[in-house]
């Protein structure tokens, strides 16, 4: 009785919004027997309209098909400026890149085919190897620091109340500021002789002498780690506060009430939920992490005795200070699989978001 | 009786005093090293600009503060000696060229992504969605040689044309999920009405996308303004560098370092970004939100 009151209502109102929108072609309405009243067919005077909602309205097959044809090339005029800058300024690089490394080229000669003979040389030389080491302590310790850095911070963001904006703007500034002019300063901060961490280690007489920051491989791989931290935090943060904020409150009250305390109530309610997000900006701050370039080469060019290089630093040292295009490319390549292997899971974790909502 | 009352009261007063204070002891203490930690060196920055050399380089003098005068010799030096209003002038040229470049394109491909389906939609979508990962540090070496083969080698012609690469991506990607968040309604009725999709886009998409189009312009503006790798790689004569190159590479000959012209270079070429953010700050936090989450 009820629902064929509301059909009733719905087909009034689809007559009134059809007419409106074919000048007032359509005449009859009635529900499709196969589909019962969900679905419905439209007779009208010259179109036939089949569709489950009325300002849906399909045109019949032969001319959809016209009409799909005609959206696709619109479509493909829309894309192809993107299209081709694309293709021709990266995919075709890209080609380029792996024919380089197969390659011996040089700056200025084209090179011959030696097949894997770049990796062979790689994985015989100490310095590729240390770079290989580098390159997982620096992306390892930099994403621990900012996984837990970033979510004690946007924790900590979720609660401030006053000067909400003020705080959070400072927080974010390290990422917007140029990375390149920002590790200036860290190197001044560092810089042997009138280091002002130097300063203040000596003044609060933690240290006696002066500590040699970047001469040293390994404090030298802990400054790079520390300004890497410096300028990805916030992005951690402030994504990381965009997943809490969207958690909602009603799980957290019941939590409460079922007398769950916050560390509880974080394990099960917090960190469950925000890990979709989390997922997400780890796996973006893998690869940008681990391609860095900007702040090994302004603080250290990849020394003390290549100790602080990593892949992008060690590929431009090769290839464009040595001059070995070939062995350049085979360096900056190790990016690739692992390109490869967070493309893999973020559309993975995208499906996943996308069969959930 | 009375002794109960007052026992009440003061502990009424208490818990009041306590619930004020709480959040200053567990919110504000804890979140105020990491806010000196991201202001301290952009604070160390400034402060190094304006002291004067003998300041500079006094071992025993604190480091924190001027406390020998401020002066502007570091910015006079800067203007004086070095190209740094050109260098200025050719970061703003290639960003806001390149900026306008990568939205337009962004608009036009995400537009049909986020709005029509066609053959191959899915795979360009994935397509864009690499590119998008895909770091300048893996292409650096062989955008040299096309840099090269398209003569555009030490113009700034090849930073505008290979700035787009790493941003049409981002614009793209950031502008499909913004151009979803409006309703397909309005645009259909427009094309019942007789408009074809360029100009249902332009009528009537893009006015209610403002918002992500603006955010798209500034983090590509950001993006292209810091920018080094691809500056540094295909530029070389210094009149013709960018901000950030210009400042590192020019005003550290040898071994001696000009520490307060490199401070005073890094100043000025961090304001822009500044000022742009002070003044979009939501922008800029939802540009960084939407890339992870949507």
């Known amino acids: ?357 | 009786m009375s002794d109960a009352i007052a026992l009440s009261r003061v502990r009424t007063v208490r818990a009041r005093r306590w619930r004020a204070i709480r959040p200053l002891l567990t919110v504000y203490l804890p979140v105020l090293p990491f806010v000196a930690f991201a202001l301290f060196p952009l604070y160390f920055m400034l402060v190094t600009s304006f002291k004067s050399n003998s300041e500079l380089y006094d071992v025993g003098s604190v480091p924190f503060w001027i406390s020998d005068g401020a002066t502007i010799s570091h910015y006079q030096l800067l203007s004086a000696e070095t190209p740094f209003w050109q260098w200025f002038a050719n970061s703003l040229i290639v960003s806001v060229s390149a900026t306008v470049i990568s939205v337009v394109l962004g608009v036009l491909a995400a537009y049909p992504l986020a709005r029509m389906r066609f053959p191959g939609s899915d795979s360009f979508g994935v397509a864009v969605f690499i590119t998008y990962l895909v770091p300048p540090t893996l292409l650096f070496l062989p955008l040299t040689s096309v840099v090269n083969w398209l003569g555009l080698s030490d113009t700034l012609w090849a930073l505008i044309v290979t700035y787009p690469t790493f941003l049409v991506p981002f614009c793209t990607w950031l502008l499909m999920g913004y151009f979803r968040t409006v309703p397909k309604e309005i645009e259909e009725c427009a094309m019942l009405d007789g408009c074809n999709r360029l100009q249902s886009m332009l009528r009537i998409l893009l006015p209610a996308a403002v918002p992500g189009i603006i955010c798209a312009a500034l983090f590509a503006f950001t993006l292209s303004w810091n920018e080094f790798l691809y500056a540094l790689v295909f530029v070389s004569p210094a009149e013709l560098k960018t901000m950030t190159v210009g400042v590192f590479s020019e005003l550290i000959r040898g071994d001696i370092y000009y520490w307060g012209a490199l401070m005073a270079g890094a100043c000025i070429g961090s304001i822009p970004i500044v000022i742009a953010y002070v003044f979009f700050l939501d922008y800029y936090v939802s540009g960084l939100t939407s890339g992870a989450i949507k």
Not at chain 1, 84 to 106: E, H, I, K, Q
Not at chain 1, 160 to 173: D, P, Q, S, Y
Not at chain 1, 198 to 214: A, E, I, M, Q, Y
Not at chain 1, 272 to 290: D, E, K, Q, R, Y
Request: glycine share 6%.
């Open chain 1, 1 to 357: 009785m009820h629902s064929q009151w509301t059909w009733q209502a719905n087909r009034v109102l689809c007559l009134t919004l059809l007419n409106k929108c074919t000048s007032g072609r359509v005449n009859s309405l009635r529900p499709n027997p196969a589909n019962g009243h969900a679905l419905m067919t439209l007779k009208t005077a010259d179109i036939d309209l089949a569709g489950p909602v009325a300002s849906e309205a399909r045109p019949a097959p032969r001319r959809r098909a016209g009409i799909l044809a005609r959206e696709s090339r619109s479509a493909y005029a829309f894309v192809t400026p993107a299209f081709c800058l694309l293709a021709f300024l990266v995919a075709y690089p890209f080609v380029l890149s792996v024919w380089f490394s197969l390659s011996d080229a040089r700056v200025g000669t084209a090179g011959n085919f030696v097949g894997l003979g770049n990796f062979e040389r790689l994985f015989s030389s100490s310095i590729f190897l240390q770079t290989l080491q580098n390159s997982f302590v620096f992306t390892a310790a930099a994403l621990t620091c900012k996984i837990v850095f970033g979510m004690a911070l946007a924790l900590l963001l979720f609660r401030v109340t006053r000067f909400k904006r003020l705080i959070r703007g400072a927080v974010l500034l390290p990422f917007i500021v140029p990375t390149a002019l920002s590790t200036l300063v860290w190197w001044w901060m560092f810089e042997p002789l009138y280091s002002v961490v130097n300063w203040t280690l000596k003044s609060v007489r933690l240290v006696d002498h002066d500590l040699p920051w970047l001469p040293d491989p390994y404090l030298a791989m802990f400054v790079v780690i520390l300004v890497n931290v410096w300028r990805g935090l916030p992005f951690f943060a402030i994504t990381l506060l965009a997943g809490l904020v969207a958690i909602p409150r009603e799980l957290y009250e019941a939590a409460e009430a079922d007398g769950a305390g916050p560390v509880r109530r974080f394990w099960h309610i917090t960190l469950p939920l925000v890990t979709p997000v989390l997922g997400v900006v780890i796996l973006f701050s893998a690869i940008f992490t681990l391609s860095d370039f900007n702040i090994v080469y302004v603080l250290t060019k990849g020394g003390p005795m290549n100790m602080t290089h990593l892949f992008a630093t060690y590929s431009f040292t090769l290839g464009l200070q040595g001059g070995e295009i070939g062995l350049g490319a085979a360096v900056s390549l190790f990016l690739f699989p692992i390109l490869l292997a967070v493309v893999f899971l973020q559309l993975r974790l995208m499906r996943k978001a996308a069969i959930y909502e």
